[in-house]
């Protein structure tokens, strides 16, 4: 069973500060890792993906991939209010289906 | 990137009914497409995956003969919930991907089926 794990929150963090979100996931062959923001009522929109080891930036975000340990995260600097959504963790091998893990909650404070 | 519109993005129909949700690839050419429900504040639960000009791929525990798939075109797909019932109510989501896309997939905006 193909798994993505993730802490479903709340996680509440203040304005300005950096939020981490951590995925983990079970399928040693995956290759590929999203992460998509959902806002309540609304669908996922892709954020970033990420294909090799170690860190890569856009803007306030910034996905980090540790394949050997089964881990993919992601960090938010500078946190606003609008940042407050569900962030789902995605894997996949190529070609083959997405897996989703439950989604975590995030909630930044003014 | 890519995107993926779908269509309507809210609808009330009658028990008994059917109600017929598009959703289309805007600017690349989707090979597959992937059809989700949602209920609030639970996760994506994948229905089924359509691959253009076959026919779709059903998850375990989603009736297929319910849930109709067509992805006839590579362009577009479409699910008919046939004879809907309250307990059908969901959010309804689509997604896509393409050569263009690459391995990435993009959502639809969703479609709020509320069936009374």
């Known amino acids: 069973q193909k798994e993505v794990e993730q802490n479903s929150g709340p996680l509440s963090v203040p304005e300005g500060a950096i939020a981490s979100l951590n995925c983990t996931y079970s399928?040693?062959?995956?290759?590929?890792f999203f992460w998509y923001r959902q806002y309540s009522g609304k669908s996922p929109e892709l954020i970033m993906s990420?294909?090799?080891?170690g860190d890569k930036e856009d803007g306030r975000f910034t996905a980090q991939l540790n394949k050997a340990s089964q881990y993919v995260s992601l960090l938010i600097r500078d946190s606003q209010p609008s940042d407050s959504a569900t962030y789902l963790c995605a894997v996949n091998r190529v070609g083959q289906n997405f897996v989703f893990g439950p989604g975590t909650r995030l909630s930044v404070l003014p | 990137g890519a995107v993926v519109s779908q269509h309507p993005s809210r609808v009330i129909c009658k028990s008994g009914t059917s109600v017929k949700i598009e959703c289309r690839s805007l600017d690349f050419q989707a090979t597959t497409m992937f059809w989700y429900r949602q209920f609030p504040k639970k996760s994506l639960m994948l229905m089924a995956t359509?691959?253009?000009?076959?026919?779709?791929?059903?998850e375990q525990g989603v009736e297929k003969d319910k849930f109709l798939i067509n992805h006839a075109s590579l362009t577009l797909s479409t699910l008919t919930v046939t004879s809907a019932h309250p307990e059908d109510s969901s959010f309804y989501i689509c997604?896509?991907?393409?050569?263009?896309?690459?391995?990435?997939?993009?959502f639809g905006e969703g479609s709020w089926l509320t069936v009374v």
């Open positions: 399928d040693r062959g995956s290759q590929s």
């Open positions: 359509s691959n253009e000009g076959s026919k779709a791929t059903y």
């Open positions: 990420i294909y090799s080891n």
């Open positions: 997604s896509a991907r393409g050569l263009h896309s690459g391995n990435t997939i993009y």
